[in-house]
T-cell receptor, first 112, second 116 residues
């Protein structure tokens, strides 16, 4: 069975500070991992994805994530937070069956 | 065109009404999905269509009835809903269901459904 755990349902950072959102996965086979962002009253937008081509993945809006097999982690980072980064972030894992399993989400608040 | 569109944006209905949600994509994707999302929760998968055929039904009550008339369109027919069915309904599409490299899903903006 596949699953993801997002540590910290709420993360608050100051504008300009490092953003770190944590995601750990559980999968019996090499997973495909995704980070999505959701702004209020909108759908989910893909930030980045890991598909085994490279362990460090760069995404949109300055976000990146590193796949660490030994730690079963796929944490999302951004060096400098913007006010516009405030949103809900979901980590997801997908195998071959066409089903993605989403984490419970992390709400990112950016303080001025 | 990398967009998934959903109509209507908002829908209010009574428990005896019949209504439909519509989703459309023109990216040539052959897999389409319906999700239900409650506030502050992750999306919950309801249905998956692959090549216009229903391939996954996550034990959804029969008051929700999906339909895929063609490869670009996905409908969700609603009948005799309950207040607890109030949620954001998201549609998504992906290239195919079985090719993991393309499992990236493109989401529409959702329909905010309120059942009175």
């Amino acid at each position: 069975a596949q699953s993801v755990t997002q540590l910290g349902s709420h993360v608050s950072v100051s504008e300009g500070a490092l953003v770190l959102l944590r995601c750990n996965y559980s999968s019996s086979v090499p997973p495909y991992l995704f980070w999505y962002v959701q702004y209020p009253n909108q759908g989910l937008q893909l930030l980045l994805k890991y598909t085994s081509a490279a362990t460090l993945v760069k995404g949109i809006n300055g976000f990146e994530a590193e796949f660490k097999k030994s730690e079963t982690s796929f944490h999302l980072t951004k060096p400098s937070a913007h006010m516009s980064d405030a949103a809900e972030y979901f980590c997801a894992v997908s195998l071959n069956a066409g089903k993605s399993t989403f984490g419970d989400g992390t709400t990112l608040t950016v303080k001025p | 065109d990398t967009e998934v569109t959903q109509t209507p944006k908002h829908l209010v209905m009574g428990m005896t009404n019949k209504k439909s949600l519509k989703c459309e994509q023109h990216m040539g994707h052959r897999a389409m999905y319906w999700y239900k999302q409650k506030a502050k929760k992750p999306p919950e998968l309801m249905f998956v269509y692959s090549y216009e055929k229903l391939s996954i039904n996550e034990s959804v009550p029969s008051r929700f009835s999906p339909e895929c008339p063609n490869s670009s369109l996905l409908n969700l027919h609603l009948h005799a809903l309950q207040p607890e069915d109030s949620a954001l309904y998201l549609c998504a599409s992906s290239q195919t269901r079985t090719s993991p490299s393309y499992n990236e899903q493109f989401f529409g903006p959702g329909t905010r459904l309120t059942v009175l």
